[in-house]
């Protein structure tokens, strides 16, 4: 609890220095680990950009990293602009529902979302995932296509996806 106050009170260019300085100095005793898994429970804006910065060209560790975004409690436009790019077929498709689950509480505090810009950018990233849906096949593959759809459902603004989930369904 104490690691994610002192976190909370963190640039973005502190919590690098100490994920640095967590993994040069404690390889081997899972401390830099405990660190990685603190960073989503600060909530704030510069442990967002951590976390998205960490996953960029690292999709193996995806699926832990983006889940735990669900735990953001209050999230910000500029928290959509540095997840936005993680909205990806290249990360783990489960890990989605925790952006998901981040938009979802954007939303839930601010009542405009949708003229949001930030917004829109990260429902495009969504609506270009399932924009194939229609010719899904494959077990692995429309397990994954469900799963972004039960992304765009946990964010629950359906407007900006009507024209591509009604051709899921065609």
Do not use: W
């Not at 889940?67 to 997840?83: G, H, K, N």
């Not at 917004?119 to 296509?145: I, R």
């Amino acid at each position: 609890i104490k690691l994610v106050e002192h976190l909370r009170e963190m640039t973005s260019s502190d919590v690098y220095a100490l994920c640095d300085n967590y993994k040069k100095s404690c390889p081997k005793e899972g401390k830099h680990e405990l660190l990685v898994h603190a960073i989503p429970h600060c909530g704030t804006e510069d442990c967002v950009k951590v976390i998205s910065d960490k996953l960029k060209g690292k999709p193996s560790i995806s699926r832990k990293l983006l889940s735990s975004l669900a735990f953001v409690s209050r999230p910000t436009s500029q928290m959509l602009a540095d997840i936005t790019p993680l909205v990806d077929t290249k990360y783990h498709a489960k890990g989605l529902l925790g952006v998901s689950s981040l938009v979802h509480n954007f939303c839930r505090y601010n009542s405009q979302c949708v003229d949001d810009n930030n917004f829109k950018n990260v429902m495009n990233k969504f609506k270009t995932l399932v924009s194939s849906c229609a010719t899904t096949t494959g077990k692995e593959n429309v397990e994954t296509m469900v799963t972004y759809l039960k992304s765009i459902g946990n964010v629950g603004h359906y407007e900006p996806m009507i024209s591509v989930l009604s051709n899921c369904f065609k």
